[in-house]
């Protein structure tokens, strides 16, 4: 879900019901979430992750609008 808010920031949200994971462990050779996060900030924005094993995952993105 993509929304725009009073034109000054974009919210994206992502879930999924997934096997969900531990985002304290790093898997060997793996960048996918360091480099969505390095994205974000790149742009000013937050991003927040939640996942829990066998829950699932859900990404928060909020990015401002210049």
Do not use: C, W
Not at 12 to 20: A, H, R
Not at 54 to 65: D, E, R, V, Y
């Amino acid at each position: 879900m993509v929304e725009f808010h009073d034109n000054k920031f974009i919210l994206l949200y992502i879930k999924d019901d997934g096997t969900g994971f531990d985002k304290n462990i790093k898997k060997a050779g793996s960048y996918g979430l360091i480099g969505m996060k390095e994205r974000v900030e790149l742009l000013g924005g937050t991003i927040e992750i939640n996942s829990k094993k066998n829950q699932g995952t859900a990404i928060l993105i909020k990015i401002p609008i210049d």
